[in-house]
């Protein structure tokens, strides 16, 4: 019977080895820089009553983090908190966003939120990030 040996080259074994060290890392400012495209996104789309009132304060990234369930990396952007509306009542930002993105009963719907998710955008940023890492040929 026939017998093959083959060896890859120890440069390609260490760059393998370096990205498996670094790739929470490279993840991590994936999903980061996807989620900052999101949050321009939303800012651009955002309906004119909001730009100037309080709940744009409530429009956060969060930090990157790792969820224990399935180890996946992740990086959210919403409105988050509580703000004061013009008549100084503490409002819940989430609600209030989401009465703008479905609406209700006697409120028309106005989606900003939907239309700033925009999957080829997000993943060309991430896509950005990624090229700084792998080695180029």
């Given at each position: 019977?026939?017998?093959?040996?083959?060896?890859?080259?120890?440069?390609?074994?260490?760059?393998?080895?370096?990205?498996?060290?670094?790739?929470?890392?490279?993840?991590?400012?994936?999903?980061?820089?996807?989620a900052e495209k999101v949050y321009k996104n939303i800012i651009n789309n955002i309906p004119?009553?909001?730009?100037?009132?309080?709940?744009?304060?409530?429009?956060?990234?969060?930090?990157?983090?790792?969820?224990?369930?399935?180890?996946?990396?992740?990086?959210?952007?919403?409105?988050?908190?509580?703000?004061?509306?013009?008549?100084?009542?503490?409002?819940?930002?989430?609600?209030?966003?989401?009465?703008?993105?479905?609406?209700?009963?006697?409120?028309?719907?106005?989606?900003?939120?939907?239309?700033?998710?925009?999957?080829?955008?997000?993943?060309?940023?991430?896509?950005?990030?990624?090229?700084?890492?792998?080695?180029?040929?």
């Open positions: 019977m026939a017998r093959f040996d083959e060896e890859l080259p120890n440069d390609l074994i260490k760059m393998f080895q370096d990205l498996d060290d670094d790739s929470e890392k490279i993840l991590g400012e994936m999903t980061k820089a996807g004119g009553s909001f730009k100037n009132s309080n709940i744009m304060k409530c429009l956060k990234i969060t930090r990157v983090y790792k969820t224990p369930s399935d180890d996946g990396i992740n990086t959210k952007v919403g409105f988050y908190g509580y703000f004061k509306n013009k008549r100084g009542v503490e409002t819940p930002a989430p609600l209030v966003a989401n009465v703008f993105e479905y609406g209700t009963s006697k409120q028309k719907k106005k989606p900003f939120l939907r239309k700033s998710f925009k999957k080829s955008e997000i993943e060309a940023e991430m896509e950005k990030v990624q090229d700084k890492y792998l080695p180029k040929e």
